[in-house]
């Protein structure tokens, strides 16, 4: 998930480094703000997948749970991607990708909240504030990318 999220967080980068000069037609790549909170996302995601995965798993119940938390923080990435897609090939964002950009947070916050195991408190507590940070980036971006 990490690699994946690194990749295209290069090509969007470079894509919107190419994409400056003719910003008119690419209104839709958003002002300064809006893309500082979208690289703050996708650094955030990757961040917490890091978190996520130092979680200890020997435990069975924290083993589903972390595999869950992965699971959301997959459909996350993979949302942002088509988002990032079509904004840089000049479409409009398809609607249900922000929504599946929310429910996957949403799933990987759920399951991190259903680690009931001691020993973990801690790398938990850990990555939830991570997607946490993920989580206020992404209202950002909401707020901030008309
Ligand atoms: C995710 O949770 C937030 C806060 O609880 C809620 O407002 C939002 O609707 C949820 N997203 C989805 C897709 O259910």
């Not at 922000?98 to 990987?108: H, M, Y």
Request: charged share 15%; glycine share 6%; with cysteine.
């Amino acid at each position: 998930m990490a690699r994946t999220l690194s990749v295209f967080l290069a090509f969007f980068i470079a894509s919107a480094a190419v994409a400056a000069p003719v910003e008119n037609r690419y209104s839709q790549l958003g002002s300064l703000q809006c893309n500082i909170d979208r690289f703050k996302i996708v650094t955030g995601l990757v961040e917490t997948g890091s978190a996520v995965k130092k979680i200890d798993t020997t435990n069975p119940d924290t083993a589903t749970a972390v595999a869950a938390a992965q699971a959301g923080l997959s459909s996350v990435g993979d949302a942002i991607k088509n988002i990032a897609l079509a904004l840089v090939t000049g479409k409009a964002a398809p609607g249900d990708a922000r929504t599946a950009v929310s429910q996957g947070l949403n799933d990987t916050r759920s399951a991190l909240e259903g680690i009931n195991d001691p020993t973990v408190t801690d790398s938990v507590a850990a990555a939830q504030t991570l997607l946490q940070n993920a989580i206020d980036d992404g209202n950002a971006v909401i707020a901030d990318c008309k």
